[in-house]
């Protein structure tokens, strides 16, 4: 079992940033890549960002490249998403995600273990 604790989430004016955490406990932190999403209201759960275990792999969506960068700290048990340049179209729960898997998945469903997520509004 892996649990997950994101943070860092808040109110911000368009064009601001925020650095969402997102903590890891249990299992191997390692042996996981793992993923950002967010879920709008009314929306369905699309993929943000994906790093791999040993962060040599980097997978963005099309509307964060640019924008959001995804890095972790294996010694801290942590992944980060680096948002900047915040648009209000980017307002979300977001969440990160563990998966056990080698293969550079974007569907939700592939992932394993899921944070309770943490709120992102960008007001413009």
């Known amino acids: 079992q892996v649990h997950l604790a994101e943070s860092g989430g808040g109110l911000v004016q368009a064009g601001g940033s925020l650095r969402l955490s997102c903590a890891a406990s249990?299992?191997?932190?390692?042996?996981?890549?793992m993923g950002w999403f967010r879920q709008a209201p009314g929306k369905e759960r699309e993929f943000v960002a994906r790093?791999?275990?040993?962060?040599?792999?980097?997978l963005y969506a099309d509307t964060a490249k640019g924008r959001f960068t995804i890095s972790r700290d294996n010694a801290k048990n942590t992944v980060y998403l680096q948002m900047n340049s915040l648009k209000p179209e980017d307002t979300a729960v977001y969440y990160c995600?563990?998966?056990?898997?080698?293969?550079?998945?974007?569907?939700?469903?592939?992932?394993?273990?899921w944070g309770q997520g943490t709120q992102v509004t960008v007001s413009s």
């Open positions: 995600a563990a998966d056990g898997g080698i293969l550079p998945v974007t569907t939700p469903h592939r992932y394993e273990y």
């Open positions: 790093i791999s275990r040993s962060a040599s792999s980097l």
């Open positions: 249990g299992r191997t932190f390692s042996n996981y890549a």
